[in-house]
């Protein structure tokens, strides 16, 4: 079957999944969950995402390099789960051909980075350096950093990495829009928005620059909003509309916080990234200040962290929309909470498609209630649909396929039908 997908950016025929001779037209569909200036970032930087093993990031990180005179090298997109040997790396290579620069290298999940020993150094991280809360630095056995930062732990790093200009900043946005548009992206949900962006968001506004509608989570976590962006505000297709946390990290790093230990690591449960009272009293203050809610729960008891938390809002008189972003393994005994609560579920499914290997190894026969779409919906609760970019491909027609049609045995039953999935991808006829 043939989708059409006509406005006045983009004429694009796309194939979905289904056996059919028929086609027919729509105008557009939202992303409900994507970080438009990392897109831009990857889009114009040092792109990691095609590479099919760690040789192959430094032999493009090396090529880059001779095209960019600044004194920092900063990547992303590398995934391990794309190479034959799937191990998270260390920085002996990095170190071995970057001896004199600092190497910055995210991976794509955003959870992870590696580093060199010149990046660590700068950041005067070494053998009594503690772990930050709610991150890792990875060590040897004799306790030295062996350059994998994890969660937290990467803001050690990102805190000493000289800004982009402004232009640079606009240039992005204006990449990451392009992107959307051609692809048929007519709206966004753009994530954990840094405050320190949103002059770039307002200008790009205000000269009506913003072809692409932007609903913005800007970063909630750290209670920073309450001094720089105390109001939700609309200008033209912007809208700042909520808070964004996050309780854990990804399953690919072993950061997502689980119920039980990690299947393919004994004694491992994960990390959740906000205590619970930090939590509590900024997500209060924002939901009385008027922005919605959302935070990003991968594990089962992260999910169950979060709806304890939304519990609590509720208890307290919170009306506004609450959503919970990923919702990839919640628990049968919580489910239910999201219909009670009235809790939005912002889903992804194309990393169920990506993830289905390293999924399995890292929490086994807990699958079985993971990524719980069809479940969801089911209960009439609120769902959209989302990708994600640029931790997967911006193109809508992936996640919409993923939804309605797959091979993974262990989450059949969890496909949906094609007039749900468009929905949920918040179709425009
Ligand atoms: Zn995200």
Redesign the pocket.
């Known amino acids: 079957m043939k989708l059409i997908i006509n406005n006045n950016f983009v004429n694009r025929i796309c194939d979905l999944s289904i056996d059919s001779d028929e086609s027919f037209e729509i105008k557009g569909l939202r992303d409900s969950?994507?970080?438009l200036m990392w897109l831009g970032m990857q889009e114009n930087g040092l792109k990691l995402d095609s590479c099919k093993s760690f040789e192959e990031v430094i032999s493009i990180s090396l090529a880059f390099q001779k095209s960019n005179s600044s004194f920092w090298l900063n990547g992303r997109g590398w995934n391990n789960e794309n190479w034959k040997n799937k191990t998270l790396p260390t920085n002996d290579l990095l170190n071995k051909f970057f001896p004199d620069r600092p190497v910055f290298l995210k991976r794509i999940?955003?959870h992870a980075a590696l580093t060199n020993n010149v990046a660590l150094d700068l950041a005067k991280i070494d053998l009594h350096t503690n772990d930050p809360s709610g991150g890792k630095i990875q060590r040897d056995s004799n306790g030295k950093a062996t350059g994998l930062l994890i969660d937290n732990a990467i803001e050690l790093i990102e805190d000493i990495i000289p800004r982009p200009s402004d232009d640079e900043f606009i240039k992005h946005l204006l990449t990451a829009q392009d992107k959307c548009l051609e692809l048929g992206l007519l709206e966004v949900h753009d994530?954990?928005v840094h405050l320190d962006w949103l002059p770039y968001f307002n200008h790009l506004a205000n000269e009506k620059l913003l072809n692409l509608k932007v609903k913005s989570y800007i970063r909630g976590f750290d209670g920073v909003f309450l001094s720089k962006c105390n109001i939700p505000y609309i200008i033209n297709n912007l809208e700042i509309a909520g808070l964004k946390f996050f309780a854990d990290g990804a399953l690919g790093s072993r950061g997502a916080a689980l119920i039980e230990d990690y299947s393919d690591d004994a004694g491992n449960k994960g990390l959740f990234l906000i205590d619970e009272d930090s939590f509590f009293n900024y997500s209060m203050k924002g939901a009385k200040l008027g922005f919605e809610i959302s935070t990003?729960a991968i594990g089962d008891a992260a999910n169950r962290f979060t709806l304890h938390n939304y519990t609590k809002l509720r208890n307290n008189g919170v009306k506004v929309a609450l959503r919970i972003?990923?919702c990839q393994m919640v628990h049968p005994d919580d489910i239910l909470k999201f219909k009670e609560l009235n809790i939005h579920a912002a889903i992804?499914p194309i990393h169920c498609i990506s993830d289905k290997d390293m999924a399995y190894n890292r929490i086994g026969e807990r699958v079985n209630y993971s990524y719980p779409w069809k479940s969801l919906l089911e209960l009439g609760i609120e769902i959209s649909g989302g990708s994600?970019f640029p931790?997967e491909s911006p193109d809508p027609i992936l996640g919409i396929n993923a939804f309605i049609s797959h091979d993974i045995n262990w989450q059949k039953k969890e496909i949906i039908g094609l007039e749900d999935a468009l929905n949920i991808y918040g179709v425009i006829k």
Do not use: T
Request: charged share 30%.
């Open positions: 969950h994507c970080h999940d955003g994530m954990d990003h972003e990923h992804q994600d931790i």
